[in-house]
Structures are given as structure tokens and as C-alpha cells.
């Protein structure tokens, strides 16, 4: 089983800067896609930044520029950096990793950071 616990939203104004974490404990190995997503009240779940399983990084274009996904070597970490952000930025912020085990395809949640931009 994989665990994932995200920290670090809470409550910022416009402009400012919050960076989120997620904590990965189980067993991590072959990984699809390990990334951030969001969920804003009343809209569905989106995301926001991602690794592939080559290694690359994409971004959705709302938050290019701003936002920075990066990760610990060992793969059991995950941030999110986020500057310059906007009351549209608010949402629920979910980490997820993307797994290969035993031939089936699983992704895993955490139970979500509130992020809040007052403007």
C-alpha cells in the first residue's frame, strides 16, 4: 500500500507565495506519473502539474509560469511551488502517484491541502 499525506496550504493574499508538500510512505516503484491536481467548489477535479513517466514535467496553462512541481530523488517527496498566486488559485490541492503493481494500473490520493487566495 502507498500512503500520501499533502501539508503546507492555508490562507494567502494575492500575490503571495505558498509551497505544498506531499509525504509518500509504501512502495514506490514503478511509477506511470506522479503529480499535483485541484478541485475548486462546484468544478471538477483538474490538473496542475505533473512528472511523466519519462521523467519530463507538464503544466496546466493557467498556472505556467508560476507554479513549480519538484520531487526528492528517492521519489517519496513532492512539491509545489506557488508564487504570484490568484484568488482563481483557490481549490483543494491533491497530490497523486500513478503505479504499475503487478501488472494493474493504480493511482493513489491523499486526503487534500486547502489552498485560499484572498484577493
Known amino acids: 500500500q502507498v500512503q500520501l499525506v499533502e501539508s503546507g496550504g492555508g490562507l494567502v493574499q494575492a500575490g503571495g507565495s505558498l509551497r505544498l508538500s506531499c509525504a509518500a510512505s509504501?512502495?514506490?516503484?514503478?511509477?506511470?506519473?506522479m503529480g499535483w491536481y485541484r478541485q475548486a467548489p462546484g468544478k471538477q477535479r483538474e490538473l496542475v502539474a505533473i512528472f511523466t513517466s519519462a521523467g519530463s514535467t507538464n503544466y496546466a496553462d493557467s498556472v505556467k509560469g508560476r507554479f513549480t512541481i519538484s520531487r526528492s530523488n528517492a521519489m517519496n517527496m513532492m512539491y509545489l511551488q506557488m508564487n504570484s498566486l490568484k484568488p482563481e488559485d483557490t481549490a483543494v490541492y491533491y497530490c497523486?502517484?500513478?503505479?504499475?503493481?503487478?501488472?494493474?494500473?493504480?493511482?493513489?490520493w491523499g486526503q487534500g491541502t486547502q489552498v485560499t487566495v484572498s484577493s
Open positions: 509504501g512502495s514506490i516503484f514503478r511509477i506511470n506519473a
Open positions: 497523486n502517484y500513478d503505479l504499475q503493481r503487478f501488472g494493474v494500473r493504480i493511482n493513489y
